[in-house]
């Protein structure tokens, strides 16, 4: 590809809603690197009326219009979960590049599937784990690279859902089935262990865990009616590193009237603490504080030359830093966007938490 923008594809548009308004548009229109060409929904007066309002040259009714499209390079993937296997699998045979939204698949065979088809077209590939492009994240990944911590000894983390507790949106109704692959373990879970762990530079040698339900109903804000609560509004992981650093991570549903959003640090040289009024790393809203010998706790505002690809604090931020990232990837051959392999190893690693629910036997 040339120095011409970025021609993208995006499946999945409301012009007055949904992930892909609310994060991937201000983030791709506020890019020079990338130009809209081609939106779509399944309504196709709903796709005409996203490609009026963006900008786009076409609204498509059909995905199968929208991959096939030689006016698209990139094809970018903001539906729901359960579509994604069948979205991705026609955008990588139609030969383009894709960038899914995370979690890539419903379950790792899905993801697995959608990895190996992307190796044997030998495709570009990216995967919605924007969190890393956070520039606090960046911050902590660059000071516990130049030695800040020293030698990690520990990492511990305590998130909130902010959905799974005791009400939930009509909209939101399908994340209380883990079938669907959009659950808390799933969503705010994966996002904080992939920052964390991006951070930290390291990956997991070992994991185990638990989920389990401390509510069997949740209300329907919309109705008041209560349903089954199935999917976990608890996680307790634990593991070690690749370096034998201990990790150890909570997750509750809901929103705490006390800490939502920690992650804690701790080296031989000195300590990281970063936290968010709000429950998980997607939603902005940081401050990191550190220490080293006998310091006192005190703030470490991030540096201003961090890229913020000129966008205000929150998911379009993280959203349209990842796109940069992406760009320098498909212009430079950089290494620089987490990728359908990246998702895999994290569904691993999901799942290696999620099948150790067993009860402890007797001695």
Do not use: H, Q
């Given at each position: 590809m040339n120095s011409n923008p970025i021609k993208v594809g995006i499946i999945g548009v409301h012009p007055e809603k949904g992930w892909a308004a609310t994060a991937h548009i201000p983030a791709l229109r506020a890019s020079p690197e990338f130009r809209i060409t081609a939106v779509s929904h399944n309504k196709p007066e709903t796709a005409r009326a996203a490609a009026l309002k963006f900008g786009a040259d076409h609204g498509f009714g059909t995905t199968d219009e929208l991959v096939n499209d030689p006016n698209v390079d990139l094809v970018v993937v903001t539906v729901k979960v359960p579509r994604h296997l069948e979205?991705?699998?026609?955008?990588?045979?139609?030969?383009?590049?894709?960038?899914?939204?995370?979690?890539?698949?419903?379950?790792?065979?899905?993801?697995?599937?959608?990895l190996a088809l992307a190796k044997s077209k030998n495709a570009f590939t990216a995967i919605g784990l924007q969190t890393r492009s956070v520039p606090a994240i960046?911050?902590?990944?660059?000071?516990?690279?130049?030695?800040?911590?020293?030698?990690?000894?520990?990492?511990?983390i305590i998130g909130s859902g902010i959905i799974w507790g005791e009400e939930i949106s009509e909209s939101y109704q399908y994340t209380l089935d883990m079938a669907n692959g959009a659950s808390m373990l799933h969503v705010p879970f994966a996002h904080t262990?992939?920052?964390?762990?991006?951070?930290?530079?390291?990956?997991?040698?070992?994991?185990?865990?638990?989920?389990?339900?401390?509510?069997?109903?949740v209300r329907i804000a919309e109705t008041g009616n209560q349903i089954a609560f199935t999917a976990p509004d608890q996680i307790v992981a634990g593991g070690l590193l690749e370096n034998g650093a201990a990790l150890s991570a909570h997750f509750r549903g809901g929103l705490s009237r006390g800490t939502n959003f920690h992650i804690e640090i701790n080296g031989t040289k000195g300590d990281l603490i970063l936290t968010s009024p709000v429950g998980y790393v997607g939603l902005g809203g940081f401050t990191l504080k550190g220490a080293q010998r006998d310091e006192q706790m005190h703030e470490l505002p991030v540096p201003s030359d961090y890229e913020t690809s000129g966008l205000e604090d929150g998911f379009s931020q993280s959203v349209g830093v990842a796109y940069s990232r992406i760009a320098s990837d498909i212009r430079n051959h950089t290494n620089l966007s987490p990728t359908f392999e990246d998702a895999v190893n994290l569904h691993r690693v999901l799942n290696a938490i999620g099948s150790c629910n067993a009860e402890p036997h007797d001695a």
């Open positions: 979205l991705v699998t026609k955008a990588l045979v139609a030969g383009k590049a894709v960038f899914s939204e995370w979690p890539l698949g419903m379950n790792l065979s899905d993801a697995e599937r959608m960046s911050y902590m990944r660059d000071l516990i690279t130049d030695g800040y911590v020293g030698n990690v000894l520990s990492v511990s262990l992939d920052a964390a762990l991006y951070a930290l530079g390291l990956r997991l040698k070992s994991v185990s865990g638990a989920l389990s339900n401390s509510r069997s109903t």
